[in-house]
């Protein structure tokens, strides 16, 4: 019990996982700065998992809007593994959905929160600005109850290598689990960026039937030619 009664606050760490979390539009990305200084200031989070969110806003900040944007939309928007909307994970189409996104927005009408409109109280931001708004102890059993979706999310979001990972694994800490370090991917040098591809890479002339004549060329995908062996152009 002493456990509980001694929690950390994690009132702004809460707060910010939450904007992290919520789709990066110019005013989102305004403020990274703003919620790196939070996150360090509360230090209600390890060293390690700090460095993570420090390498996702480091991303976030870096790259171009069109493609921070579309980032987000094809990681969160296009498959229910990834999900941010918690009852898909648990409900998915079924009828019980309904009945408990009416529960849960209950809870916070009592809490005196009120969605805005088009909002949805499963939507994993808002639900953590509702537990941000809770104290230590009871924002933790909360948290807690969610783990198990947490985790399921953290899994998928590690398989596909994503930097939002870490916004998962800083979840599960705040919820009292163990979660694993996310890897923090090396940014390309500059040279690497900018290197030009050689002109027809993966094109051959070895192997054609008939090497005298003209040969039709076929342009393969890079990521098909990584995937396996570069064949010559057939006749």
Request: overall charge negative; charged content about 25%; aromatic content about 6%.
């Amino acid at each position: 019990m002493a456990l509980f009664n001694n929690l950390p606050k994690a009132t702004k760490t809460l707060r910010v996982l939450a904007r992290l979390l919520s789709y990066p539009d110019a005013e989102l990305r305004g403020h990274l700065a703003d919620m790196r200084g939070a996150l360090h200031g509360e230090k209600a989070l390890p060293a390690q998992r700090l460095a993570e969110l420090d390498a996702l806003i480091d991303t976030l900040q870096r790259k171009e809007a069109l493609e921070v944007e579309s980032d987000y939309v094809e990681l969160f928007d296009r498959g229910r593994a990834t999900s941010l909307h918690l009852f898909e994970h648990v409900h998915g189409d079924s009828r019980d959905r309904g009945p408990a996104m009416i529960d849960l927005a209950q809870t916070y009408e009592k809490a005196g929160m009120y969605l805005g409109e088009g909002e949805l109280p499963d939507f994993l931001p808002v639900v953590l600005e509702f537990t941000s708004t809770q104290p230590p102890r009871e924002a933790r059993e909360f948290l807690a109850e969610m783990a198990h979706i947490f985790n399921a999310i953290f899994a998928a979001l590690q398989q596909r290598q994503s930097a939002y990972a870490c916004v998962l694994g800083a979840l599960l800490e705040l919820a009292g689990e163990k979660a694993s370090p996310v890897e923090i991917a090396a940014e390309e040098s500059i040279d690497a960026v900018w290197q030009e591809p050689v002109v027809f890479d993966g094109c051959s002339s070895k192997g054609q039937s008939k090497p005298d004549q003209p040969q039709p060329i076929h342009i393969v995908p890079k990521a098909q030619r990584q995937a396996r062996p570069a064949q010559g152009a057939q006749a």
